[in-house]
């Protein structure tokens, strides 16, 4: 577990001032992704216009390499399932 919040560290350190708070950054997302695996998810991420969007997201027992259609599927995305809208999303993860 620790790898993969390096490795996912370095990949967004250049969004952030310090390497330690690209780290924090990091760590988040991992707590929000494994929380996701076992169960729902209340939690907030900025859109594109800057605007928050409240989301309400699980993972559980989703299969996302089937049934999420789409070009959001980057290294720089994070996907979930959408209960609010009964449907796939995603966020940028910086």
């Given at each position: 577990?620790?790898?993969r919040?390096?490795?996912?560290?370095?990949?967004?350190?250049s969004?952030?001032?310090?390497?330690?708070?690209?780290?924090?950054?990091?760590?988040?997302?991992?707590?929000?992704?494994?929380?996701?695996?076992?169960g729902?998810?209340?939690?907030?991420?900025?859109?594109?216009?800057?605007s928050?969007?409240?989301?309400?997201?699980?993972?559980?027992e989703?299969?996302?390499?089937?049934?999420?259609?789409?070009?959001?599927?980057t290294?720089?995305?994070m996907?979930?399932?959408?209960l609010?809208?009964?449907?796939?999303?995603?966020?940028?993860?910086?």
């Amino acid at each position: 577990m620790k790898s993969r919040v390096f490795k996912t560290a370095w990949q967004i350190a250049s969004k952030f001032k310090t390497f330690a708070a690209a780290l924090n950054h990091a760590w988040e997302l991992i707590k929000l992704k494994k929380s996701m695996l076992s169960g729902v998810v209340k939690f907030t991420y900025k859109r594109i216009d800057d605007s928050i969007r409240p989301a309400v997201g699980t993972l559980k027992e989703i299969d996302t390499k089937y049934a999420f259609q789409g070009n959001a599927r980057t290294k720089e995305s994070m996907i979930y399932f959408d209960l609010e809208m009964g449907a796939f999303r995603s966020f940028k993860i910086y």
